[in-house]
């Protein structure tokens, strides 16, 4: 009787467990979406904690292991780690999942090739890229805007050998820069081979102010898309020697001597970007503004409303397009309580921009200056 009664209780207690069980798992999953919707929403540093708890739990679930991989790449973080997590999700690939907002799982070996680039594993890099290539060809799913992720792993596993790439960035937003460039060949004024000093190589082309305490940088893009930035035109080597130690004083560390009449990395020299000198600097007054909408020629009804809702709105031209911005900040944190006010009335695209005497810079570039001129 005694053996009988707890085995029922046995049976009894059974379902419980199983329930508390199934709502543990629930919690699990609950938190990887929290995670997965921090990173498609460009803020894949948020979700690096919760993932690093989902792990602890679950070390060997690919796909936890895969999007911390992910995190960790975009903000720039162990890619070392990153590479060996997406070795262990590889192993396991018919497991991972398409993300949304994120990417079907053939986007592992974009991160793979980012991952190995960052920590210097060329080789593994190139393995990564033919892997890339091969899931473009045989699903035409990823063809179309996906394809930038083709392109770009291309670039990213081309100059990984380049002593400066550690300089590149993985931008937040993973998407293709609407920036306008404007190039012209590469002309020289010699026949004989010219030397510079390289300073960087990047994927997505900056404003020449980027590197502080240089003047002077040249900016040439290859064929591939390959932006890369030099100081000098010398006609001896031993002359741009010279430059480069003068350039590694500064901070540049990883600078070298190049032969800039390279046909292959320097054919292209880069004039403009959104109709601006790549050398243009930053001077006089900057302030920030709270960017509400754009839009090309004419004023779209729903915009219209905003005049009856908002006080202090302005209009700018910006290349072919009209932006709407609301009020002129000195201080960032002032832009920035603003801007969550009018997120809390329901303009939730409301962004912050920067302008140097009525010309549109980054926010980064803002915030340098401003700091080396308080």
Same mark, same amino acid.
């Given at each position: 009787?005694?053996?009988f009664?707890?085995?029922?209780?046995?049976f009894l207690?059974?379902?419980?467990?199983?329930?508390?069980?199934?709502?543990?798992?629930?919690?699990?999953?609950?938190?990887?979406?929290?995670?997965?919707?921090?990173i498609?929403?460009?803020?894949?540093?948020?979700?690096?904690?919760?993932?690093?708890?989902?792990?602890?739990?679950?070390?060997?679930?690919?796909?936890?292991?895969?999007?911390?991989?992910?995190?960790?790449?975009?903000?720039?973080?162990?890619?070392?780690?990153?590479?060996?997590?997406?070795?262990?999700?590889?192993?396991?690939?018919?497991?991972?999942?398409?993300?949304?907002?994120?990417?079907?799982?053939?986007?592992?070996f974009?991160?793979?090739?980012?991952?190995?680039?960052?920590?210097?594993?060329?080789?593994?890099?190139?393995?990564?890229?033919?892997?890339?290539?091969? *899931?473009?060809?045989?699903?035409?799913?990823?063809?179309?805007?996906?394809?930038?992720?083709?392109?770009?792993?291309?670039?990213?596993?081309?100059?990984?050998?380049?002593p400066?790439?550690?300089?590149?960035?993985?931008?937040?937003?993973?998407?293709?820069?609407?920036?306008?460039?404007?190039?012209?060949?590469?002309?020289?004024?010699?026949?004989?081979?010219?030397?510079?000093?390289?300073?960087?190589?990047?994927?997505?082309?900056q404003?020449?102010?980027?590197?502080?305490?240089?003047?002077?940088?040249?900016?040439?893009?290859?064929?591939?898309?390959?932006?890369r930035?030099?100081?000098?035109?010398?006609?001896?080597?031993?002359?741009?020697?010279?430059?480069l130690?003068?350039?590694?004083?500064?901070?540049?560390?990883?600078?070298?001597?190049?032969?800039i009449?390279?046909?292959?990395r320097?054919?292209?020299?880069?004039?403009?970007?959104?109709?601006?000198?790549?050398?243009?600097?930053i001077?006089?007054?900057?302030?920030?503004?709270i960017?509400?909408?754009?839009?090309?020629?004419?004023?779209?009804?729903?915009?219209?409303?905003?005049?009856?809702?908002?006080?202090?709105?302005?209009?700018?031209?910006?290349?072919?397009?009209?932006?709407?911005?609301?009020?002129?900040?000195?201080?960032?944190?002032? *832009?920035?309580?603003?801007?969550?006010?009018?997120?809390?009335?329901?303009?939730?695209?409301?962004?912050?921009?920067?302008?140097?005497?009525?010309?549109?810079?980054?926010?980064?570039?803002?915030?340098?200056?401003?700091?080396?001129?308080?």
């Amino acid at each position: 009787m005694r053996r009988f009664c707890l085995s029922g209780l046995f049976f009894l207690l059974l379902p419980v467990a199983l329930i508390a069980q199934e709502k543990q798992n629930q919690a699990f999953w609950d938190r990887y979406d929290q995670a997965r919707l921090s990173i498609a929403k460009h803020n894949a540093g948020g979700s690096i904690k919760i993932l690093e708890e989902l792990y602890e739990i679950d070390s060997l679930n690919p796909n936890v292991g895969y999007l911390l991989g992910v995190a960790k790449i975009i903000v720039g973080q162990e890619p070392h780690r990153a590479a060996r997590l997406f070795e262990m999700s590889d192993k396991h690939f018919n497991e991972l999942w398409d993300n949304p907002g994120i990417g079907p799982p053939e986007h592992l070996f974009y991160y793979m090739i980012l991952a190995y680039c960052r920590s210097g594993q060329c080789g593994k890099a190139k393995e990564a890229l033919v892997r890339l290539e091969e *899931a473009f060809v045989d699903d035409k799913k990823f063809l179309g805007n996906d394809e930038y992720y083709l392109l770009d792993g291309r670039k990213w596993a081309n100059m990984c050998s380049e002593p400066t790439m550690k300089l590149l960035e993985v931008p937040e937003r993973l998407v293709k820069h609407d920036l306008l460039i404007r190039t012209q060949p590469h002309k020289y004024s010699t026949f004989s081979t010219l030397y510079g000093v390289q300073v960087a190589a990047l994927i997505e082309p900056q404003m020449t102010r980027k590197f502080d305490g240089l003047k002077n940088v040249e900016v040439y893009v290859d064929m591939h898309g390959v932006y890369r930035y030099v100081i000098g035109n010398f006609n001896f080597r031993s002359q741009a020697e010279k430059m480069l130690d003068v350039v590694k004083g500064v901070g540049y560390a990883d600078s070298f001597v190049v032969n800039i009449t390279d046909e292959e990395r320097y054919p292209l020299e880069v004039v403009a970007l959104d109709q601006h000198s790549p050398k243009a600097q930053i001077r006089g007054t900057v302030d920030y503004r709270i960017q509400l909408a754009a839009f090309k020629e004419s004023l779209p009804d729903e915009l219209a409303q905003y005049y009856f809702m908002i006080d202090s709105i302005s209009e700018v031209s910006v290349n072919d397009l009209t932006l709407l911005t609301v009020g002129s900040f000195i201080s960032y944190g002032d *832009a920035i309580q603003r801007r969550d006010e009018l997120r809390l009335m329901g303009f939730r695209d409301a962004f912050i921009v920067a302008f140097n005497e009525g010309r549109k810079v980054s926010i980064e570039d803002a915030r340098q200056y401003l700091r080396k001129v308080e």
